[in-house]
């Protein structure tokens, strides 16, 4: 059964633990099984009451050990049925709130109440469709509606906001960063949960958070990204399926598939088009550019590396008997520095019409509790990038990491042909239960005030072939995170600036 169904194990609403229940368990009565449903980070949408009673199941117990039922507030889903959940449960619902105001009234008045709940939704969907309502709801009401909502939580209990993206897609603003940022002043931001609409690929978000302090977020630099005129619309989500690794290509930590990258060099160039991967890793870029009949460059500081994606370009091109002279083109491996393209002489005077990477997603796989770690060591293969200091996943440091990738792609930019364009494939970063927005600090670095690029959207990529952890279960949620964000960006004119 796939994430995004009801649960069909709900055990005993008295609270009494089921048999071949696994571990201890304080956060619900679900068993393990059910439990482990809900640690995907992205689901399919059935709808909105199989979502909320999903969440109502695993955030609260029927009862709590001191015998008191556990209670919960829905806001603003239409089409919810507190009913449907079962006793001895408590559930409140207000469900048609017309407007941010009457919403804001509301929870006035249930502050007043002084009730306190278990858990809490709320649903900004269609409050929240574009910028224009996204700046009077953080000018005017998001620390209203963020500081009450704590006050109704009972301390550190769960609490989710529902908001959806712009255009439906993966084009225009993006709508969640925003209020996920402007929730941090008042709660912890825990995760981030994706809902998948089959229908137009379409996204939102389930943002979730707890009642505890947070470290307080810089908002106005989210605020100021620039968005570009819609040439191509991005799909909001995909979730390729590709072949299985090659040895030497497990040899590399953290690999992309060329299914994934080829639908980024046919959306954005067309054959004869050079593209650059500044992080190339063992070449899956410069693979599907080859495949793709466009030019393939690719840089990296690791010499294990590029030798795996030299002699895969050497495999594909090698003609085969029999068959046509496969295309030749202008593909190269080079080793070098990404923080210092402008100095690899082999790059001189190539302008580049697409440029897409991932880079180390901070210095996560040198974590410990990474969840790549304990498999990778079974099998012998390498943990992390290298030892280089010069290599970015070696970097300890949060901002001077982000100001080394800022500097990379400002020096990409200068390196494109006008108007051309950039994809980052990055997660965000969760550690020691804080979330490091990489995505969204990447995104505002690159696009704000004086940025030399403009945000064209964001394409999820979901993994649906990676098996699930049991992080934290029976004791707190920590979401396996399944999907990464590939931002698209567009050279900004130097009369944009």
């Not at 939580?153 to 897609?169: D, H, M, S």
């Not at 466009?294 to 030299?310: H, K, M, S, T, W």
């Not at 005077?349 to 901070?362: A, E, L």
């Not at 943990?383 to 990738?405: A, C, H, I, P």
Request: net charge positive; hydrophobic share 35%.
């Amino acid at each position: 059964m796939q994430t995004g169904e009801l649960f069909q194990r709900q055990q005993s609403t008295t609270g009494e633990k089921p048999r071949n229940a696994g571990p201890p368990n304080r956060m619900n009565d679900l068993v393990y099984r059910d439990w482990m449903k809900f640690q995907k980070s992205f689901f399919f949408h059935i709808s909105s009451q199989t979502l909320v009673q999903e969440c109502i199941y695993f955030f609260t117990k029927a009862k709590w050990p001191d015998g008191s039922p556990s209670r919960s507030l829905i806001l603003g889903v239409d089409d919810f049925d507190a009913k449907a959940v079962t006793a001895p449960r408590m559930v409140d619902s207000h469900r048609k709130i017309r407007s941010l105001n009457e919403m804001a009234e509301l929870l006035d008045r249930l502050r007043g109440s002084g009730n306190k709940y278990d858990f809490l939704l709320v649903d900004l969907r269609k409050h929240l469709r574009n910028r224009k309502n996204l700046d009077r709801f953080l000018s005017g009401y998001s620390d209203k509606v963020f500081s009450t909502l704590r006050a109704l939580l009972e301390p550190k209990r769960y609490g989710c906001i529902l908001v959806g993206t712009e255009k439906g897609e993966g084009s225009g603003f993006p709508l969640p960063w925003a209020v996920a940022l402007s929730l941090r002043k008042h709660l912890k931001l825990r995760d981030e949960k994706i809902g998948l609409v089959e229908r137009g690929k379409r996204i939102y978000y389930c943002l979730f958070m707890q009642a505890e302090e947070e470290r307080p977020p810089n908002v106005d630099n989210l605020r100021e990204i620039r968005i570009a005129k819609a040439e191509q619309l991005t799909p909001g989500w995909i979730i390729p399926k590709p072949p299985p690794r090659k040895r030497n290509e497990i040899l590399h930590p953290a690999k992309y598939p060329e299914t994934l990258v080829t639908q980024f060099i046919e959306l954005f160039t067309k054959p004869g088009d050079n593209i650059l991967d500044p992080m190339v890793g063992t070449g899956s870029t410069v693979l599907a550019a080859f495949r793709a009949r466009r030019n393939g460059y690719g840089i990296d500081l690791i010499p294990q590396f590029v030798e795996i994606a030299r002699k895969r370009i050497a495999d594909e091109v090698r003609p085969v008997l029999f068959q046509e002279l496969r295309h030749s083109n202008g593909s190269m491996v080079l080793q070098g520095d990404a923080t210092r393209l402008s100095e690899i002489p082999e790059l001189a005077g190539i302008k580049f019409h697409y440029s897409v990477t991932s880079p180390p997603y901070w210095s996560m796989l040198a974590n410990k509790g990474s969840e790549y770690q304990e498999d990778r060591r079974k099998k012998n293969l390498l943990l992390t990038y290298s030892q280089d200091d010069r290599d970015l996943g070696n970097v300890g440091s949060y901002d001077r990491f982000l100001e080394l990738l800022e500097s990379v792609y400002n020096q990409v930019a200068e390196m494109l042909v006008k108007e051309g364009h950039l994809t980052v494939v990055v997660k965000n970063v969760k550690r020691n239960h804080v979330i490091y927005p990489l995505a969204w600090d990447l995104a505002s670095a690159l696009c704000g005030k004086g940025g030399k690029y403009d945000y064209v959207g964001t394409t999820l990529w979901c993994q649906d072939d990676v098996g699930i952890k049991p992080f934290a279960v029976g004791i707190h949620w920590v979401s396996n995170t399944l999907h990464h964000y590939c931002l698209h960006f567009r050279k900004r004119s130097s009369s944009q600036k």
